[in-house]
């Protein structure tokens, strides 16, 4: 069983920054494409950012393009977002989830294709 524990997300002031961790269990982190997600009220679940296994591939939103990147860390078994220039329309709960495939070539933005969530870390930004 894969547990995903986000950490990071906050308070922030539109224009202010913020860097989401999550932190993967288990041996197989490397093997696997990670995504992040976010969810605002009233909303439904969407996709903000992807990183292959190996990190050399990325993935963004247009709306997060040129403001968020997602990195990884394979020997920490970590993903990041790290989150500048943050809007008010950013408020969302951010999720980390695993791809269900190993060593997918294309990342995928569709939520279906992730089978492992974390729970979840609250963003606000306010005006």
């Known amino acids: 069983q894969v547990q995903l524990v986000e950490s990071g997300g906050g308070l922030v002031q539109a224009g202010g920054s913020l860097r989401l961790s999550c932190a993967a269990s288990?041996?197989?982190?490397?093997?696997?494409?990670m995504g992040w997600f976010r969810q605002a009220p009233g909303k439904e679940r969407e996709f903000v950012a992807a990183i292959s296994w190996s990190g050399t591939y990325t993935n963004y939103a247009d709306s997060v393009k040129g403001r968020f990147t997602i990195s990884r860390d394979n020997a920490k078994n970590t993903v990041y977002l790290q989150m500048n220039s943050l809007k008010p329309e950013n408020t969302a709960v951010y999720y980390c989830?695993?791809?269900?495939?190993?060593?997918?070539?294309?990342?995928?933005?569709?939520?279906?294709?992730?089978?492992?969530w974390g729970q979840g870390t609250q963003v606000t930004v306010s005006s």
């Open positions: 989830a695993r791809d269900r495939a190993q060593y997918r070539l294309r990342m995928t933005t569709g939520a279906y294709e992730y089978n492992y």
């Open positions: 288990g041996r197989t982190f490397s093997e696997y494409a």
